[in-house]
């Protein structure tokens, strides 16, 4: 057998059959791989010389925490740490490939400051140090439930829902009931204004309404409930009007026959005189049960039936009218809108009249009268009343009142069955 040659590497023997004539012989020898050394060389590390600069901590729409920061040189990944305490233990939560990363709000809590560092790694498991620390606070619930909600009626089918802006809010949810108990409400909408307009509803159906305000951390406390009954469609036409001040309104009483509506005495002709007489619920135009209870809907302009382009006054625009015509009550405001004729013992100041009514603005009131406990009373002589929208109490209601032996307009609360005028103001 050959020897190896000196300094070979890997020595091997070969052994080849051969066949030669007259039988087969055996023939060995060995060879050997060149002197090479293959022991593996190492690759060039790139060392994490740096931490992260530039961390930043935001809260987004959901309430999550993403955390940003510059690349480090190589880095492979990163890995984020948080606590609760700028001071305190930092925990691992996650790691990201980029120069990003997303604490989700499953593991936050609402209002609560969470801070975090970040550190660089790289395939061969070097970790290099933590950032300095950033931090970010997640929002709270809104505090404030939603106030000054009202409804009110756009068509027989659809009521507007309005609210208050409740700070730190994002949005609002929208409940309805059939019923003045939150417990038998459904949410039906949400809304990002202070708005929300209900569709497909029935006419003659009382519907209440609470809202709730929301944001990434949660929801406020309900609204106080807001109660309102589909309008009837009713179709009044509008007479002349005459301007006063900053306001039109009609020059005559509503003469718009609908049921819950009579004539003085039962006697059309003083329709055409006096305009017909309203309980209060007929002229707000909502179901009788109102004269009886609250309608939890005390809205500006309140349309009622009034003409299209008209509404009944409120109080507040009753005394409007009576700061004008009045020279900012320096003047009795009855004589200035009484007409000069039609009322007992009252006509202008050329007259033989013990009182004045002078119609100086062209508002031409005139003593319609009333009904009340079952008796008419005061039409063509001494007395008349005009509805305006406010509430005093369930069953009581304002009303503005003239009279031939008294030089004012008053202000007095009447059952809201019984019957008076309307005069309505331009939207």
């Not at 019923?179 to 909408?189: E, N, R, Y």
Request: aromatic share 12%; charged share 15%; hydrophobic share 30%.
């Amino acid at each position: 057998m050959n020897k190896p040659k000196s300094g070979c590497k890997n020595l091997y023997l070969h052994i080849l059959f051969v066949i030669l004539i007259g039988g087969i012989g055996v023939q060995t020898f060995t060879s050997c791989s060149a002197d090479v050394d293959e022991t593996p060389i190492p690759p060039t590390i790139e060392p994490l010389s740096i931490a992260p600069l530039g961390v930043t901590a935001v809260v987004d729409s959901e309430n999550n925490i993403i955390v940003g920061w510059g690349f480090v040189t190589g880095a492979t990944g990163y890995y984020i740490y948080r606590s609760t305490n700028a001071a305190g233990v930092y925990t691992l939560i996650g790691s990201s490939m980029e120069t990003s990363y997303t604490d989700s709000d499953f593991f936050l809590s609402p209002g609560t400051t969470y801070y975090y560092r970040v550190a660089a790694y790289n395939n061969e498991g070097i970790i290099g140090s933590q950032s300095a620390f950033t931090y970010a606070t997640t929002l709270n619930a809104p505090n404030d439930a939603p106030a000054d909600v009202t409804a009110y009626p756009n068509s027989t089918s659809s009521i507007t829902v309005s609210w208050g802006s409740v700070t730190g809010a994002t949005g609002y949810y929208i409940y309805r009931s059939p019923l003045d108990d939150i417990s038998t409400s459904t949410q039906i909408g949400t809304s990002t204004t202070n708005t929300y307009t209900d569709t497909g509803l029935s006419f003659g159906t009382a519907y209440f309404y609470t809202v709730v305000a929301y944001n990434s951390g949660g929801t406020s406390y309900s609204s106080a409930s807001i109660g309102v009954t589909l309008l009837s469609d009713v179709s009044c036409v509008a007479g002349s009007a005459v301007t006063i001040g900053t306001q039109t309104w009609m020059k005559t009483n509503l003469n718009c026959d609908v049921s819950g509506s009579r004539c003085y005495d039962d006697n059309p002709a003083n329709c055409e005189t006096y305009g017909r007489l309203y309980d209060w619920a007929t002229a707000m135009n909502l179901p009788s049960f109102c004269n009886s209870n609250s309608i939890y809907c005390q809205v500006f302009p309140k349309k009622g039936i009034c003409p299209s382009g008209w509404h009944l006054p409120s109080d507040e625009e009753w005394s409007v009218l009576i700061d004008y015509v009045s020279g900012g009550n320096t003047a009795p405001a009855g004589t200035k809108l009484k007409s000069t004729t039609g009322w007992y013992d009252c006509g202008p100041s050329s007259s033989d009249n013990s009182y004045l009514c002078e119609d100086e603005f062209g508002f031409l009131a005139l003593p319609s009268g009333s009904y009340s406990y079952g008796d008419f009373g005061g039409a063509g002589t001494c007395s008349g009343g005009w509805w305006c929208t406010r509430e005093d109490l369930s069953d009581r209601t304002c009303v503005r009142d003239m009279r031939c032996d008294w030089d004012g307009v008053g202000w007095d609360g009447y059952q809201k069955h019984d019957l008076f005028s309307v005069r309505c103001v331009q939207d």
